[in-house]
Structure formats: C-alpha cells, structure tokens
C-alpha cells in the first residue's frame, strides 16, 4: 500500500484527532500535527478515540508550517478547503504526498487556500463543511485507491 502524509494544522477536537490516528495507523499514513493544538495528545478523549492505535502510528509533532516545508523540500503538499473549485478527485496522488486539514472552526490560512495545490471534497451548496476525520478519511482513500490498494 502507498504511504501518505496526513498534515492537521492547529487540530481543534480531540476526538478528530484521535480518529485520524487510527486512520493513519490502518492505512500505513504518517501523521503530523502543525502548530498550536487546541488540546493535550495526552487527553483521555484523545486517547479512547486513538484506542490501543497510538502506538502503531508515526506521528510528527511540528512547531510551524515552515519547519514542515524544509524537512519536506520537493515533495508535493495539497491543501483541502471549502473554498476551492478543483476537486479532490480530479488530482494525481503520488506516494508521500502530504495532504493538509485545517482546524476544524476556521480551516487553512488563506496562503494555503489560494495555493494552486488547494483542492475540495464536493457537497451541497450551503452547507459549511464535512467534519474532519471523515474528510481525511474520504482522501487518503481516494489517494491510496489511485496507487493500488
């Protein structure tokens, strides 16, 4: 199976977190979390959303976006938002793409929504945004799809 990186930026919600976590841990995906978190890893909803996984994923705990980058040089980064036309769907995932969820209550920074590499989930007009761990998980499904499963 193709490995992908999975990037939350200032994750909000514990549970999210923990969630992708276990994600990460079944699809073979590296998690990296970005920034400031809105919660402590060692919280006990944290945990009980990670269940017995936390110790099967390889996780990254990194201070800036930055830092992400230059540890990173060359490789691709897509960034999921709300507010980009390009679809999730219509891109060409390569094995060790990072693919980028903001926090859950404002999403990315506008740097990386207007970035060419920013890309959407499609849903029905007026209605705000997919909850996290289920965006992350439509992706890297989609991306492990593309590369053979």
């Known amino acids: ?3 992908f990186n999975i990037v939350l930026y200032e994750p909000e919600i514990p549970q999210n977190t923990g ?14 979390l970005v920034g400031k978190l809105g919660f402590s890893l060692s919280s006990k909803y944290t945990k009980r959303a990670g269940l017995d996984y ?7 705990k990194i201070d800036t ?16 938002t709300t507010k980009s036309k ?3 769907a219509d891109i060409e995932f390569k094995d060790g793409d990072f693919l980028v ?10 740097i990386y929504v207007k970035d060419k590499n920013a890309i959407t989930i499609p849903m029905q ?9 289920n965006s992350v998980a439509i992706v890297v499904y989609e991306a492990i799809r593309q590369n053979g499963l």
């Open 125 to 133: 007009e007026g209605q705000r945004s997919l909850n996290l761990s």
């Open 54 to 60: 936390w110790d099967s994923v390889d996780i990254h």
């Open 1 to 3: 199976m193709s490995k």
């Open 86 to 88: 390009k679809i999730y």
């Open 19 to 32: 969630n992708i976590a276990r994600l990460c841990a079944c699809t073979g995906s590296s998690l990296y």
């Open 101 to 110: 969820f903001g926090p859950e209550t404002r999403g990315l920074p506008d």
């Open 65 to 80: 976006m930055k830092e992400l980058f230059e540890a990173n040089k060359g490789a691709n980064f897509y960034y999921l």
